[in-house]
């Protein structure tokens, strides 16, 4: 059973950055679509960035609000991806999850998402 767990949240001012992992175990991640996912108090949980199974980074989708800022990426040796995040914001305040399903291509739909992580708290503020 595949398993995921995020790290690398915390507390930045406007305008950092933090790079959150999503490391897998019990399965490897070679044939697994990962997505990211964020949500914030009373909001429904958006779907922020997604990579497809390639590990030479494929298919990669960005919600408009942090396309420029955020970089998704994917290293299958280490059963672990990522989201670099930069140029913060206080609207990115959320709790970040990362997500996969077995599957071509990827989504910014929670749709698709068999396997959940319990998420990482990422607070932006002065």
């Known amino acids: 059973q595949l398993q995921l767990a995020e790290s690398g949240g915390g507390l930045v001012q406007p305008g950092g950055a933090l790079r959150l992992s999503c490391k897998a175990s019990?399965?490897?991640?070679?044939?697994?679509?990962i997505g990211w996912f964020r949500q914030s108090p009373g909001q429904e949980r958006e779907g922020v960035s997604c990579i497809s199974v390639s590990n030479r980074g494929g298919n990669r989708q960005y919600v408009d609000s942090v396309r420029g800022r955020f970089i998704i990426s994917r290293d299958n040796g280490e059963n672990t991806a990522y989201l670099q995040m930069t140029s913060l914001k206080p609207a990115d305040t959320a709790i970040y999850y990362c997500?996969?399903?077995?599957?071509?291509?990827?989504?910014?739909?929670?749709?698709?998402?068999?396997?959940w992580g319990q998420g990482t708290q990422v607070t932006v503020t002065v």
């Open positions: 997500a996969a399903y077995r599957g071509d291509g990827c989504s910014l739909s929670r749709i698709p998402y068999d396997y």
């Open positions: 019990g399965a490897t991640l070679d044939d697994i679509a």
